[in-house]
């Protein structure tokens, strides 16, 4: 008779195997995307800076407190082959006083399965994000500037990317 022990262990390694070899279940990866900056004079699109350059000088932010931020979509949904330009993106912060700040700067990264969503670079700095898999990702955007507790505001925009697969009629029952 064969140990209970042993046939679990087998399970396990036949389902671990499996699992990491199925091309469904991806590695969940947070990539750095860069820094930008949202401006009143640009109605708060975000400008990205060069990804050549560090972290954004923050002499000028000094003494700014961002506690709140808006994101324009709050969501963004893709067909795969799909593109989104990040730059069309409009993020508004806030200070304690509710009081909308004329210039915040930000960080800006992804967290998604690493299938999910390939990210293009362009000449003009404007990262673009084209859907590559069909599933769910988030956008963080965390303001560079703390809030007044003293931690970075920090706030998800979902990124949701449809199969282009026709979904099947069910029969007529007429």
Not at 1 to 7: H, S, V
Not at 106 to 116: D, V
Not at 136 to 162: C, D, F, M
Request: proline share 6%; aromatic share 8%.
């Amino acid at each position: 008779m064969i140990n209970q022990k042993a046939l679990y262990r087998l399970k396990l390694l036949i389902l671990s195997v499996f699992l990491y070899s199925s091309k469904s279940i991806g590695q969940i990866i947070v990539e750095p995307i860069g820094y930008a900056y949202s401006t009143e004079i640009g109605s708060y699109e975000l400008i990205f800076q060069s990804s050549s350059e560090s972290a954004p000088s923050m002499g000028r932010f000094l003494g700014l407190r961002v506690d709140r931020l808006e994101i324009e979509p709050m969501k963004i949904e893709l067909n795969i082959n799909q593109n989104f330009q990040l730059n069309s993106l409009k993020v508004m912060a806030f200070d304690s006083d509710n009081s909308l700040i004329s210039e915040a700067p930000f960080n800006i990264e992804i967290e998604a399965p690493n299938n999910l969503i390939e990210i293009i670079t362009t000449a003009t700095n404007s990262p673009i994000i084209r859907a590559a898999n069909a599933g769910v990702g988030r956008l963080w955007i965390t303001a560079s500037s703390p809030s007044s507790n003293g931690e970075n505001y920090k706030i998800p925009l979902i990124i949701a990317v449809n199969s282009n697969k026709e979904l099947p009629q069910p029969p007529l029952l007429y």
